[in-house]
């Protein structure tokens, strides 16, 4: 399985960015989707995740300004970004559990300047 994130960029603060995952296989047997991000120097940690029957989970600080989906029928995953702030620059990975392993996809690049 192989997960291809796109849709990072520059973009001035308060701005939007919508973050595109593509699967290389059908994403309806993954109960789990999610993106993880990692800035320069820190830890990477969980943003959202979205379960099969659809619970979802952000980290605190994206809380009302972020927002995951997922189209099972195109094998895609989606993290909406509204009034992104500097600190949200990062890199952002897709994520699924596959047989209980857990997969990254590449990543791409979010910069938030302000």
């Known amino acids: 399985v192989q997960l291809v994130e796109s849709g990072g960029g520059l973009v001035q603060a308060g701005g939007s960015l919508r973050l595109s995952c593509t699967a290389s296989?059908?994403?309806?047997?993954?109960?789990?989707m999610g993106w993880w991000r990692q800035a320069p120097g820190k830890q990477r940690e969980l943003v959202a995740i979205?379960?099969?029957?659809?619970?979802?989970n952000y980290l605190e600080s994206v809380k009302g300004r972020f927002t995951i989906s997922r189209d099972n029928a195109n094998n895609m995953a989606f993290l909406q970004m509204n009034s992104l702030k500097p600190e949200d620059t990062a890199v952002y990975s897709c994520?699924?559990?596959?047989?209980?392993?857990?997969?990254w996809g590449a990543g791409t690049q979010v910069t938030v300047f302000s």
């Open positions: 296989e059908n994403i309806s047997r993954f109960h789990v």
């Open positions: 994520y699924t559990l596959n047989d209980g392993s857990p997969l």
């Open positions: 979205l379960t099969g029957d659809g619970r979802t």
